[in-house]
């Protein structure tokens, strides 16, 4: 009996303890709790910012509130319909802080409503009429979608539920909650136990759905995956997504959104599971994650585009703006988030919104956001390379260099190891293409990922990286290029005036051996800093080995004598992205190859050792593409073939130009020469020839890395000696 | 004896009349005069944008003196030598008036010093070796730039005259000022006594060095011109080079440069000579001038770019800056010019720089400039044609459409009758290409005008414009180009919602009649007026036209089926700026063109009525191009072949983008077709019907114009009548 009697209590612990089934909480208690309100009162008339959140979101609520109410019938994938969904939750969800702050009874009404108009609709709903994924929603042409509906929804529904009828509750929650979280769990169950951040959206839409309808199985489900496993799920996304620096393995855009679901529903989780210490989790990946997040932005705000990216999107989207707010509440007001937060130009009607707003309504100019240079690893151990970043100056006129050496990063991955970007004066020199699509316009394929993203963003030769015998790393093949991922050989940027990075990657084509050495060089005599790009290739057989520089400005000058497409222009090639590019003009190199480009105020020019073996070709994006999805950018490919190849560059700002006082100064590139005094294994000599006389002589080691190690090698009958990864000697 | 001596005494005294022997002024008497250094020295530590000002100039001088002093031998075009004597009459202008303000002797030795050594320089010079004009200069590559020298030069020269010895003087004036007085009035002047903005700075540099020297002759030479027969000469110049409206005969971009010597030099003659009454000569027509100017901006105060133009110019270039300080203090402070002058955000150290930085002290905001819909007659009597400029919202958001109906233009002028710009949301929309040229950039062709400004950027193919049979208008020659000029047929813009302006050239092609009336279109259905744009030409034999739309922005939608140049690409045509398009794709029209871009936050289409002569060309600027000079930038061309045509289009912005937050709303046209009902003498109608139902038809009047007159016109078997110009018949 007593044994019996302790069975069911050790059984009810146990379930108590898998279901996390707690005493409940106060409502609400999503985004924001019964403190945040209060707090919401208290600020009334002080903060203007979050005034103007209040003041926006009531005007919103409130002509919503007076026009007719819409819960249309699906139909499209970005148009009317879909438009509305989104509006509708909007409106629900700022509808139920409104009520609780106001305890406005037309809140009320307006949720109650609109909820049963849903609870409706949604049984007659079979798969979305414009469904084009494997992952297709109902309300919406992708489930995507449906979860942020949902996770949106519950938050309204969470503010207003005390106010529902008993009957009303069950009507809503059969008619369109539990169904859905149903078709999420069930027949989506391989989105919601997926390692991505459209599973984290549905694990946050399920989990908040389990806290708003106090159904611990949700609970459970959105945490540990349908199977209740960890094999999926909330926490295994947190373990497996995230490097331990908390790099995102989709890379900047990607985290740019999929941050939210990770920070509403941890603040989420926080509220109605303090006991998880979510944010504690795995050593705070989640405050890493945050970080690295705004790190992985250029001085203008805007994520640094690699995989699939649009341009237009900074900091001061939607998604950033809320996991701001959250992060400034709970990672203690760090007043390094204000610079950003200031930039934002809004809060969100949540508790770290007062806390943003009641900072920024202070007279005080926030400092600048902090960037640094840094590298971040990638994979979830951290063993699959990362992304490297050097930055010099003034986040008012900040050069950066990036460059990548990561693993795939999922669907969303290109084929781009050891790709180099390049920013100075608040705007991108040396581009990545980052991805062809206009999101949500309609007659740009619905705004979905154009074709040629994958006919050409994806590819190797629209970045600035080698590509061998006109082939992209891994053939293109994403089964392929998943296994495997580029090296970080060194990384170091304690010595400001001389920063470094290199990596190597030996899968991309079988048997050859990349490896890129990028210093950003500080010198007394220059302006601003250059990069010196050294880029070895070494494959056991004949190659041609192409090197783009998508350059971003008006072309001003090469010294090479091209020979130009005038009449009649052809594309580059036939397949893995050539056909893509027009040939504008090519030229044989002899010596030097250099070319410049004018932007902004001021000049750039690469210059490139180079041999008779070597050809340049002026190229343009924009060649078979009837739609005219791409943009007409261009680029200078430098072509080498052989069985290996150095590619050995100085890219360098100079001069100004200012066309309103009609001023042009130092147009012309300060290098002469640039030559490669020898490569081995050991490492790899470049002589570099500025036309003041001067003459630096930069040494990479091409051996492991060390800071240490002394290295001797012979370079043209002369023995150079050397400690360390890399050294300039300036004679 | 008596006789005598009343003969000497009348001679003298017409002498006096003649050459305008007043008592001298009291020195400074250029831009600044006495009671101005009083205002100045008054003024100190109360306006902050003249406190500005003066540190600058301080800033600059007192690096100049600590500086070794360069007067380097002439050498480039636009490399170190010619900045270096730009940068040293600027330095010695603000030395001088930094003189008068502190009586600081050390700017009294730079002056003096760096004079003597250009009058030692001067003497041993022969044509400019870089000249490569029909004005050469010596010490610059054209006299422009030495007239320009000059002119700051006798302010500096007026400003410490009264501290250098009458030796000092003698080998100052003997070696360069004389010589270059002399070399402009003798070998260059076929310039000074041009009607041309060259003309007028070598006038205002001839007549402030008369000021200067007190030499009364070259004060007569620089306002009658050489032979003194006010033939040449500045007073001409105001005579001719403007239209009674004060629109300058070379277009906005010309006058922003051209309105300096104008007003520096009337505001020395105002000074000097303050009864030749210069600002109120010809009825006020500097005045006309200067707002004139301003009005023939967009709102971002770009010049409007017709004609040879750089876009980058705006009315925050420096020549503006010193126009509006001039204009500001003599035009009785118009409040009106402060929100320009505060966009410009510095002044000049004259009497009317302090006035304006008084104005912009004061805490109130300055009103927003009064741009208005307005038309400028072109022509010295105002019978050439001119421009219309139709405008609608506020300067925050300002839709502009501009028509081009003048005469030529001198050698800057552009074969572009009838040329449509339209602008819209701060940007243009449909754009004229303007000059191909990078200002003072070195390696792009010495930084003068490129050789594609003629071969495409002058080209008729190059303008929102028809061109008949490939062929420019006057085939592209200027001899014959300048005898001609396109007609007003009317303008109308009492209602705001119905502006109008309709223009006729049957000049461009010897019997072919071009008609073009353009209705801007304000509708309670609207979000944002529309264009009516209706182009009618009239051959007496079969040809081909063309009409290219060049829109900015990227390309969205088209109805019609294109067949795109894939894999290869050819030139457009072979000649007339043809040569210089990329024929990216072609179709034929079938009913209705349309196509769509998107800019900004907003979507643009032109919708056209076709037939099944109809060809629609999507092109790109860039062919034949070898040194990458032109922008690689888009238009749509639709080409009717037939004895006549009629081109009726709606260009309307629509919908509205934000990829921050991922909102695209009726990113499609609100048309649904256009038809030309009928083209007659009399008329032209055209029906509109709207995807809403709606439908407009539009009777446009193609005899006199006439706001009373009463027409009546057959519509295919009706009879239509109406009175005035234009209706909208909305049904």
Known sequence: MIQSLMRTIVTFLSFLLLTGLLPAQQRPSMLVNAADIAAIKRSAGRYPLFERAVAEAKAKVDAAIAAPMDVPVPKDAGGYTHERHKQNYGEMQMAGILYQVTKDERYVRFIREMLLKYAALYPTLGTHPAAASEAPGRLFWQSLNESVWMVNTMQAYDCVYDRLTAQERRTIEEGVFRPMVRYFSVDQKHILNRIHNHGTWMSAAVGMAGFAMRDTSMVAMALYGTNRDKKGGFLNQLELLFSPDGYFTEGPYYIRYAIMPFMVFAQAIDHNRPDLKIFEYRDGILKKAFYTMLQLTYTTGQFLPINDALKEKTYRSPEVIQALNIAYKKFRN???????????????????????????????????????????????????????????????????????????????????????????????????????????????????????????????????????????????????????????????????????????????????????????????????????????????????????????????????????????????????GYQHLWKEAEGKANGLVQFSWLSGQRYYSVSSAADSQTTVYSVRIGANDPNINLRREPAMILRKTGRSAVFASVIEPHGVWDGTIEISRNASSAIRDITVLASDSIGTAVRIDRKDGTRWTVLVSNGPASDTDRHTMNVNGTVQEWTGNAVIRKH
């Not at 999101?439 to 963003?457: D, Q, W």
């Not at 990069?531 to 000058?557: A, C, E, N, W």
Request: charged fraction near 20%; aromatic fraction near 10%.
């Open 334 to 576: 760090d007043p390094a988030l204000l610079a950003v937060a200031k930039d934002q130009g809004s809060v969100t009607l949540t508790g770290g919104g007062i806390e943003v707003a009641a900072a920024l309504a202070s007279a005080k100019e926030p400092a600048p956001f902090p960037y640094k240079s840094f590298e971040v690893r990638d994979g979830a151990d951290g063993s699959e390379g990362g992304v490297g970043i050097l930055r010099y100056g003034p986040n008012s006129d900040q050069m950066l260099a990036l460059m990548k050496y990561t693993g795939h990063g999922l669907s969303h991955g290109h084929y781009d190891k050891l790709s180099l970007l390049f920013y100075d004066q608040q705007r991108e020199q040396l581009q990545d293409y980052g991805a062809a699509r206009f999101i949500n316009v309609e007659p740009k394929y619905g705004g979905r990922y154009l074709p040629e993203t994958k006919s050409f963003a994806m590819q190797t030769i629209a970045h600035n990286t080698v590509t061998v015998d006109e082939r992209s790393h891994y053939d293109g093949k994403i089964d392929i290029s998943e296994q495997f991922h580029a090296d970080r050989n060194f990384f170091s940027v304690s010595d400001p005036d001389l920063q470094m990075m290199s990596a190597t990657c030996t899968t991309a084509y079988p048997g050859v051996a990349m490896r890129r050495t990028v210093l950003m060089v500080n010198d007394p005599s220059l302006a601003k800093p250059v990069l010196v790009d050294i880029f070895t290739v070494d494959g056991p057989k004949q190659h041609t080995f192409d090197l783009p520089f998508y350059y971003m400005g008006q072309f001003i000058h090469t010294n090479i004598k091209l020979q130009s497409y005038t009449a009649q222009q052809s594309m580059f090639g036939p397949a893995n």
